[in-house]
Every structure is written in structure tokens, then in C-alpha cells.
């Protein structure tokens, strides 16, 4: 046996053969000698074993499965979502669809925002370009609400309108 050799370095060289420092190693240990005898064991048990020959019409009968689930492929495919599971040049159709979508949505919220800013920010007031205070300031803000004062008391009558509300009117309409 050579110096520091472990069991699971032995164990490991069963598949070679048993050799004079392996089996030295047997001799003293017993857990080593039940692992060779069931190695060994299992060899002559896989030695004895025959595989046994495929039936006559295997071959055939996996051609006919194969058909079969291209078959039921093709059906899957021919369905609203065909195109999703369409491929054009290696990539998915529906990723780049999808980032078109994006990209228009994207550019229309972009242009409604950009609109509605440009329409806030025109008032009645004239202020040259470098003295104009910038939004979000208090005199920004404040321009603001004096150009659309006539909108702002429009919404405070509002207030003194009666509440009409679902239930009310269905009263009214059973009586």
C-alpha cells in the first residue's frame, strides 16, 4: 500500500483491477473488502445480463410517432397566435412587434405631453425670454394661474351647482 492512499482512492481504481497495494489494502480494511465484493458482484451480474432485441415493427411504430406529433404540431400552429410562434431571420415576430408598439406609444405620450406643456406655458402676459422665471417657480406659477384666472372662477362655480348624484334620479324617476 502507498503512503497516504485513502479508501476513496482505492475505491476509486476498482474499475482497473485489483492490484498488489489495493489488495494489501483489502486485508486491513474490512469496509474496503464489502465495497470490492460488491463491486465485484455487480460486475458479474451486468456481465450475465443481455439486452434484450427490439420487437420487429420498433422502427416503424416510432416513425408513425413521429409523424404523429409533427401532425399535432402543425395543428397548434394553425391558430390566432401562428405569427407569434413565426420566426423571421432567427428572432421571434412578435419581439420586434412588440418594440414598434412601444416605440410609437412612446413617441405619441412624448408628443401629448410636449403639446400640453406648449399650450400651458403660452400666457397673456409678454416677458422677454431671458427674464421669463422658469416653471416650477413661485412667479412661473404664479403667471400661470393669472393667465387662466377666467378658467379657475369657472371652476369655482362649480361648487354652487347641487349634487346630482345615480341614486337621487333613480328615486326620482320611480315616483
Not at 445480463?49 to 408513425?64: G, H, I, K, M, N
Not at 421669463?132 to 379657475?152: F, K, N, W, Y
Request: hydrophobic residues 40%.
Amino acid at each position: 500500500m502507498k503512503h497516504g492512499q485513502t479508501c476513496e482512492e482505492i475505491r476509486s481504481r476498482f474499475l482497473d483491477g485489483l492490484s498488489a497495494d489495493a489488495a494489501a489494502h483489502l486485508d486491513q480494511c474490512a469496509e474496503c473488502a464489502r465495497a470490492w465484493i460488491g463491486f465485484k458482484q455487480t460486475m458479474s451480474t451486468l456481465d450475465a445480463w443481455t439486452v434484450p432485441e427490439p420487437s420487429p415493427y420498433f422502427q416503424t411504430r416510432l416513425w408513425a410517432r413521429l409523424e404523429e406529433i409533427k401532425a399535432e404540431e402543425a395543428a397548434r400552429a394553425q391558430g390566432i397566435f401562428a405569427l407569434l410562434r413565426f420566426r423571421w431571420l432567427g428572432v421571434p415576430v412578435w419581439r420586434p412587434a412588440a418594440v414598434a408598439a412601444l416605440a410609437a406609444a412612446l413617441a405619441v405620450g412624448l408628443n401629448l405631453t410636449d403639446s400640453t406643456e406648449s399650450k400651458l406655458g403660452k400666457g397673456n402676459t409678454v416677458v422677454s425670454q431671458d427674464t421669463q422665471p422658469g416653471r416650477g417657480s413661485a412667479v412661473g406659477d404664479l403667471q400661470v394661474l393669472e393667465s387662466h384666472q377666467e378658467t379657475i372662477s369657472d371652476l369655482d362655480l362649480l361648487d354652487d351647482l347641487p349634487v346630482y348624484s345615480a341614486s337621487a334620479s333613480s328615486t326620482q324617476d320611480k315616483i
